[in-house]
């Protein structure tokens, strides 16, 4: 299958400062990205999704200015927390789809510490 | 809008026996795909089995199948000899089949535990 990579796998930051996490296709270009959060025990949270060279699409209640999403490739898509507080803490995980697969590809995640 | 429902949040099998976790979803449209997947305590999903809703045939990839309902929008995952390596959350989700784009709608997950 297709692999996805996400970096770091870990990162704790304090309070007001901004965090990019990556996403990478290894070996496939990845025409739309997904970037989802989590939080423990529960399901998977889909915050936007990129495409290529465009906009992201954000959910409804997801704050695009705090959570800025750019996929400025085929292979990378990064998402930035700004000015992170507490309450951003959380698990991030990213996944790819490119334009002949039916099903998407999962990066590692990233676990997020605002301290 | 499309719902994926599973109303099991907890499963608990012994080793080596067979156990059906329950998911149903909600939907207007006849092109679709739906997906379990498996999240391990390292938090990695893990596609488990993919079924096509054109498909009148179920799905099955080793010790893993489906049984796929589609009048009654009922998709229930069946593992069959289990293993301690399959405790794991497990989650349902639905894919428009429109575009290969398109986003997944996931279930709240059921946790698996597998006893010895």
């Known amino acids: 299958g297709a692999v996805v990579s996400q970096h770091p796998s870990r990162v704790i930051c304090k309070s007001g400062t901004s965090v990019k996490i990556e996403c990478r296709s290894l070996?496939?270009?990845?025409?739309?990205m997904f970037w989802y959060r989590q939080f423990p025990k529960q399901s998977l949270m889909l915050m936007a999704t990129?495409?290529?060279?465009?906009?992201?699409?954000?959910e409804q209640g997801v704050e695009k200015d705090k959570f800025l999403i750019n996929h400025a490739s085929l292979t990378l898509s990064t998402l930035t927390v700004t000015s992170a507080h507490p309450e951003d803490s959380s698990f991030y995980i990213c996944?790819?789809?490119?334009?002949?697969?039916?099903?998407?590809?999962f990066g590692p995640g990233t676990r997020l510490t605002v301290l | 809008a499309q719902t994926v429902t599973q109303s099991q949040p907890e499963m608990s099998v012994q080793e080596a026996e067979t156990v059906t976790l329950s998911c149903t979803y909600d939907?207007?449209?006849?092109?679709?795909?739906l997906f379990w997947y498996k999240q391990p305590p390292s938090r990695q999903m893990i596609l488990v089995i993919r079924?096509?809703?054109?498909?009148?045939q179920n799905a099955t990839e080793n010790r893993f199948s489906v049984n796929f309902q589609k009048a009654a929008k009922s998709f229930s995952l069946k593992i069959s000899d289990s293993q301690l390596g399959d405790a794991a959350m497990y989650f349902c989700?639905?894919?428009?089949?429109?575009?290969?784009?398109?986003?997944?709608?996931f279930g709240e997950g059921t946790q698996l535990t597998v006893n010895p």
């Open positions: 079924q096509e809703a054109y498909k009148q």
């Open positions: 070996d496939f270009q990845a025409t739309t």
């Open positions: 990129s495409n290529e060279g465009s906009k992201a699409t954000y």
């Open positions: 996944s790819a789809s490119g334009s002949w697969y039916n099903e998407q590809f």
């Open positions: 989700a639905y894919r428009s089949g429109e575009t290969s784009g398109s986003r997944l709608t």
């Open positions: 939907t207007s449209e006849s092109d679709y795909y």
